[in-house]
T-cell receptor, first 111, second 111 residues
Framework: DVKVTQSSRYLVKRTGEKVFLECVQDMDHENMFWYRQDPGLGLRLIYFSYDVKMKEKGDIPEGYSVSREKKERFSLILESASTNQTSMYLC??????????FGQGTRLTVV | QKEVEQDPGPLSVPEGAIVSLNCTYSNSAFQYFMWYRQYSRKGPELLMYTYSSGNKEDGRFTAQVDKSSKYISLFIRDSQPSDSATYLCAMTGGSNYKLTFGKGTLLTVNP
């Protein structure tokens, strides 16, 4: 059974904190993604990675960075959390051809 | 014109009804088409995956792709209250592993 695991379901952080969201997949997928999901805006791609140590910006990379040191792990970093980064964060992994599998999501609240 | 258009609903149907969910798209390079089901506060779950034009059936679910019209559909037969969720269409091109999502349709199946 395919598995994408996000480190936290719920997080509350203070403005200005550095926040790490971790994602691990056990399917040996090349591609990994970070999305955020907001009501009325749908899923928006923040960053993606198509190989270890490779990354590309998505549609809304500002205020975020990523790290992929190992194939199975993809981390999203909020350098200095702000209230407008309160959102549902979703990690996904896929093979070429698009079948993406998502984690359970992390609901982040920045206060 | 948005790359993928999906009616957000909400759509409310009685139990046992046939449900039709649709997306249109503008990018003729899209070849792989997916439907995801997302329950409230959970990550999207891959429901159906099709390549190019045609139909695919899986139990009560049928996915249709009409590339000539740039139109995809998901049909749910004998709908159940447990089908109540947001349904997201997604698509990607051949070598392009990035998914483009619709904004989702909220479906409620009433007992």
């Amino acid at each position: 059974d395919v598995k994408v695991t996000q480190s936290s379901r719920y997080l509350v952080k203070r403005t200005g904190e550095k926040v790490f969201l971790e994602c691990v997949q056990d399917m040996d997928h090349e591609n990994m993604f970070w999305y955020r999901q907001d009501p009325g805006l749908g899923l928006r791609l923040i960053y993606f990675s198509y190989d270890v140590k490779m990354k590309e910006k998505g549609d809304i990379p500002e205020g975020y960075s990523v790290s992929r040191e190992k194939k199975e792990r993809f981390s999203l970093i909020l350098e200095s959390a702000s209230t407008n980064q309160t959102s549902m964060y979703l990690c996904a992994s896929s093979l070429v051809g698009g079948q993406a599998f998502f984690g359970q999501g992390t609901r982040l609240t920045v206060v | 014109q948005k790359e993928v258009e999906q009616d957000p609903g909400p759509l409310s149907v009685p139990e046992g009804a046939i449900v039709s969910l649709n997306c249109t798209y503008s990018n003729s390079a899209f070849q792989y088409f997916m439907w995801y089901r997302q329950y409230s506060r959970k990550g999207p779950e891959l429901l159906m995956y099709t390549y190019s034009s045609g139909n695919k059936e899986d139990g009560r679910f049928t996915a249709q792709v009409d590339k000539s019209s740039k139109y995809i559909s998901l049909f749910i037969r004998d709908s159940q209250p447990s089908d109540s969720a947001t349904y997201l269409c997604a698509m990607t091109g051949g070598s392009n592993y990035k998914l483009t999502f619709g904004k989702g349709t909220l479906l409620t199946v009433n007992p």
